[in-house]
């Protein structure tokens, strides 16, 4: 031979598997993994719709103030299961607990999605399925006229009428991922509400210049 034989070869190369999940994280139900993603410490989601964290662990909102043991037999349970009812309302479906800050859009449990865990849509002023206003005969949006006197400050601050609770977020023309800046808070209305459940005993509601 007057020159070496090459011989090519052509290798298809295989997609690499996807990373495995840290055990650490719990995976998000396979019906709602496409509306959740992880941000934080685990076991909280956030929903890519509405921006709001819920523990996928106890089904409820997050509850950075409490570990997941308080929230189910914490020493001081019935404070526990009072400060969640306050703060939150359970799927007439699931009893997934959805949390609406007062002002925060409208009362229908949600337009688009319902309950992010079931789906199922509802009131969140009565729970009652359907569509706020058309279907329980509700008020579609939170009031904000004579706020401070239709509040009920414990277990957490909340509208009487509504049970929507303050938002803890939001400042005085500063409104929170989920706010569109007209809530009692944003305006000036009402103070933020407390950041820790320690605080809620010594809360006022009218703003220091008010």
Partial sequence: ??????TTTTTTLEESPPPKSSPSSPPPPEDSKEDLSFEGEPPFVTCIHCNRQSCVR???????????????????SQATTAFIAATSKACPNCTFRITHYHGHACH????????PNCGVHFCYTCGRRG??????????FCSSDDVI??????PFPHDRRCSCP???????????????GFCVVCRGVVRPAPTEAKDVPTWTPRPEDG
């Fill in 1 to 6: 031979r007057t020159s070496e034989e090459t």
């Fill in 58 to 76: 106890c089904k409820i909102p997050a509850h950075p103030l409490l570990t997941c043991e308080e929230v189910h037999c914490g020493a001081a």
């Fill in 108 to 115: 229908h449990i949600r337009p688009g999605g319902g309950c």
């Fill in 131 to 140: 569509t706020s206003g058309s279907s329980c005969g509700c008020r579609l």
């Fill in 149 to 154: 006197d239709n509040l009920d400050l414990q």
């Fill in 166 to 180: 303050i938002c803890p977020d939001c400042r005085r023309g500063a409104p929170c991922s989920q706010c569109n």
